[in-house]
């Protein structure tokens, strides 16, 4: 049972609510502040995203490759041989898991929100769910959708070459650190234009949590325009481009494991995903 498919979902479920307790608590920190408060800022939210990714990771890595990120399963399956079978589970579970932690911190923080935004607009929907500009305005849909392609594709192209036995990569146990800090930069180098979401699951889940505890307006942008599915696609596309960049200019280049010749210091890593 310990290797279960069961298992690997209620890993997948763990992950990502363990992922979104920490990035959905520290924004909500953060916004419900007072002016001049010290209890946190834009470095702080990263950071703290990040370090969520990596307990995230550490949680469900060794049971079910701690995916944590419907565009991550379904470049995995696309490039890495992932059972199709299991993508739709993995989303499910994944969305689950970020769905019941931004639950949890909705309650936690009902009373800071209620008192920073009573109207429960999107100044403090963005502690849920992502929106072009940061909810500021400013920034274009299509921007917007390019920029979540670009920094998923960014994600997943950096997750292949750590999780690549042949690609010289950290040792297993530092994996969900390096993932941690790739996440870090991501959202300090690409986090304005629409809040780096970089996950359906993490928008998704949340956005719902949101709708369903008094944000009347979660499913459009400041401007009445329909967003909620643009981090989910975007993503999607983001993952799968970064994957094809990671095949064309590095993959087919690593030596399989059978051949004579082989890179200096390959480090050998448990495969993500945990499928053969």
Not at 163 to 177: C, K, Y
């Amino acid at each position: 049972m310990r290797n279960s498919y069961f298992g690997a979902l209620s890993a997948e479920f763990a992950g990502t609510m363990i992922l979104i307790l920490f990035g959905n608590g520290v924004v909500a920190q953060v916004l419900t502040a007072p002016p001049n408060s010290p209890l946190g800022d834009h470095d702080s939210i990263t950071w703290a995203w990040g370090i969520g990714v990596t307990l995230g990771v550490y949680v469900a890595a060794r049971i079910s490759g701690a995916h944590l990120n419907p565009a991550v399963t379904i470049a995995l399956a696309s490039y890495q041989g992932f059972p199709w079978k299991r993508v739709v589970p993995y989303i499910i579970a994944q969305t689950l898991g970020a769905f019941v932690a931004a639950l949890i911190v909705r309650v936690v923080y009902a009373d800071l929100i209620n008192r920073a935004d009573p109207g429960h607009t999107s100044a403090t929907q963005i502690i849920f769910a992502t929106l072009p500009g940061n909810g500021g305005g400013g920034v274009s849909i299509p921007t917007a959708f390019l920029d979540q392609v670009v920094g998923t594709a960014i994600l997943v192209f950096v997750i292949f070459a750590l999780v690549n036995a042949l690609n010289n990569p950290p040792l297993a146990n530092l994996g969900p650190v390096v993932i941690g800090l790739l996440v870090v930069a991501i959202g300090m180098a690409f986090g304005a234009n629409a809040g780096y979401a970089i996950n359906p699951a993490r928008d998704f889940g949340p956005r719902l949590a949101s709708y369903i505890t008094g944000y009347s307006t979660a499913w459009v942008d400041p401007n009445g325009t329909p967003y909620w599915w643009l981090p989910i696609v975007a993503p999607i596309v983001g993952g799968l481009v970064g994957g094809a960049f990671f095949k064309i200019l590095v993959g087919r280049y690593l030596l399989p494991e059978d051949t004579e010749e082989q890179p200096v210091g390959r480090e050998t890593v448990v495969e993500h995903g945990g499928e053969k």
